[in-house]
């Protein structure tokens, strides 16, 4: 056998790996022989099956007939060969592995080879985050600001008066029409709005949207400064309906669309249905269909791909859809709706772990967190106002 110093030493082993994705009663007698005679390189042994279990098997993918017949091939193997206590922990971390990653493996070769590029991969294995202090909901006419604890509506009506509801409780409130209003919601709340022309605004957490008590003139506008909102905007074929953002228009005529416009992170467009338009600066205008989005690029272009509408408004209906999903992403779209804030800056292993399937957004934040443990393979542990995420190892 090779001679072993570090973790990264089995990485380059293909009968280690092999032995990790596929054992059979001659590879693990032959490891089995190695652990005993070498006690000294079990944490080395444990970092490198760590390292497959968190980065070596997440980048590829297998169709679901494969994955199963993968992990029923692992199983079998491990009921029929696993004699001593300690090999048959280490099998069972390796099967815990792909189960968690959902079986996503590639070829042995590129793996060797980019193992080869990154020896010295750091192998943090913590996020860190804390629970913010809530901020009041914000509702600014001229000089004047009203505020709101928890989750609002406001619905206006022809005549520019405002009617908000708050716990089943109504009030009518007059708002200028000299000047646009502004509703800010901030991490952690939600709003929802209906314009004087009856299109139905739902702001998601962290945005500031600007308006009209009333549309005059021969268009509506509106702008997102920051944020999402997903919007059903009400036909009139003699007022065409704007968004604006600071980069882009949107123009709509009778159609229902999300847009993104947070600060870390690109801006977008998904179109649910109709028609919509959008005008950068100084930029030819495009066309969106359907299931389609828009990313906005910082040279004022937009890539557009198709995409499924459904992921991308599911927040509006109390759950969040995601698909082989960064980590980084998942957490960040959390960070937004419970007023979070996620340290992973430093961290390489946990953020690249991908998360598919559904997340409630329930009151109950330890209920997501271990929606988010489950679709992750990682556990976390709730103090206070501190959340710790680890990689699961147990």
Known sequence: M?????????????????????????????????????????????QAINYLKTTGLNKGTLSEAESMQLLN??????????????????????????????????????????????????????????????????????EESMSFQNDVQVNFDEGGRAKIIQNNEEKTVELTNESLNTLIVPYGKRSTLTLSDGS????????????????????????????EMYIEVAPNKQKPFHVRTSDFKVRVHGTKFNLSAYADSPQ???????????????????????????????????????????QFISWKNGYLEFNKTPMTEVLKQIERYYNLSFDYDNDVNLQRRTCTGKIHLSENLDNVM????LLSSTKYIKSNNEILITNETD
């Open 73 to 142: 091939k692992i199983q079998s193997t491990i009921k029929q060969s696993a004699k001593k206590a300690k090999i048959r922990r280490i099998i069972q971390l390796s099967v815990a592995s792909c189960a968690a990653v959902a079986l996503v493996i590639i070829g042995l070769n590129l793996f060797l080879s980019q193992n080869r590029q990154a020896d010295d991969s750091p192998n943090q294995e913590l996020i860190v985050g804390s629970l913010l202090n809530n901020e009041d909901i914000q509702l600014i006419t001229g």
């Open 268 to 310: 977008s467009v998904v179109l649910v249905e109709g028609r919509v338009s959008l005008q950068p600066e100084n930029r030819q205008e495009i066309f969106l269909s359907p299931n389609e989005q828009a990313v906005y690029a910082d040279n004022g272009t937009f890539n557009t791909r198709k995409v499924d509408a459904s």
């Open 2 to 46: 090779p001679n072993y110093t570090r973790y990264t030493d089995f990485l380059k082993d293909k009968e280690f790996i092999l032995w990790q994705l596929t054992p059979n009663k001659e590879l693990n007698t032959r490891w089995e022989d190695f652990i005993e005679k070498n006690p000294h390189l079990n944490k080395e042994i444990s």
């Open 370 to 373: 271990t929606t988010v443990s």
């Open 200 to 227: 139905k605004v739902w702001l998601n957490s962290g945005s500031v949207l600007e308006f009209p008590a009333q549309f005059s003139g021969t268009n509506r506008e509106i702008r997102l400064t920051s944020g």
